[in-house]
């Protein structure tokens, strides 16, 4: 695979419900608005849903791009100049558990465009299934959306458990969202800190918070990313300072990124 400056990030979640693909969308805005280039990729492949917050109907996604005689470009969804999107489709029990020559043929025809962009953004699927822990073991960065709520944390918990033991990943950042204060977010980061190195020795990096906020509701309600329905809204401030911390994490690391493949292909191995 061709070394570039392009940053693989999963963005995954113990639990669904927790606002994962919504921070996905209105992340890829706030990049683009900052002039990154930014694809987003539905890979929640039981229930995709991205197309669905942006109220379109794409002609076709993922299970297309499988065929030998479909390519990206024939899937691609543009959003805006500079920022695009993979669509997935919903209830198709073979992609829910994509085997590694279906991945295989996915990152073979991904690899193609990937490098055009700043950020290759995978919206994953909650919980701890074979196919979601398996792309998150391939990008170069893994950010793990919680909440408050008490499921969330032992849900995350779980799957960070299971990337660390069985796949040896070490290294997670935690996004907090719809935290009432940022005690509330400081707190719930701590307690599954605590217990990462507690039973795992494992030290997690503090992403931030996404403040509660009814915007976000009716944004999606209204099938508008906030960051175009209310940019100057609370929630929509927290996630441009999210897009600066990640094109931070980018630059400080573009050295090492640019050094190694998009994704760490089965192929490749």
Not at 10 to 23: A, Q
Not at 143 to 164: C, H, N, Q, R
């Amino acid at each position: 695979m061709n070394e570039n400056n392009t940053l693989s990030i999963s963005i995954l979640s113990g639990k669904g419900g927790v606002g994962k693909t919504n921070i996905v969308l209105n992340l890829g805005y706030a990049l683009n608005q900052a002039e990154q280039k930014a694809l987003i990729m539905d890979c929640d492949l039981g229930l995709a849903n991205l197309d669905v917050l942006l109220g379109i109907s794409p002609d076709r996604n993922l299970q297309d791009l499988l065929r030998e005689d479909v390519g990206v470009e024939d899937v691609l969804v543009s959003i805006e100049n500079g920022f695009d999107m993979l669509p997935a489709t919903s209830g198709v029990p073979e992609l829910v558990e994509m085997d590694e020559d279906l991945q295989d043929i996915l990152f073979k025809k991904l690899v193609n465009i990937a490098g055009r962009y700043d950020y290759l953004m995978l919206d994953l699927g909650a919980g701890i299934s074979p196919t979601v822990l398996s792309l998150a073991s391939v990008t170069q960065l893994r950010v793990v959306v919680i909440t408050p709520e008490p499921t969330s944390l032992t849900d995350s918990y779980a799957m960070i458990k299971v990337l660390a033991t069985q796949y040896g990943i070490k290294d997670f950042l935690v996004l907090i969202n719809q935290a009432a204060t940022a005690a509330e977010a400081n707190q719930t980061f701590d307690r599954l800190d605590a217990a990462c190195r507690n039973f795992l020795n494992l030290k997690l990096r503090n992403l931030g918070f996404i403040h509660q906020d009814s915007t976000v509701i009716k944004s999606v309600r209204r099938q508008t990313p906030l960051m175009k329905m209310a940019p100057e809204s609370r929630a929509a401030k927290d996630i441009q300072a999210l897009a600066k911390r990640i094109m931070r994490y980018r630059e400080d690391n573009l050295e090492r990124i640019s050094g190694r493949p998009i994704l760490k292909n089965f192929f490749d191995a």
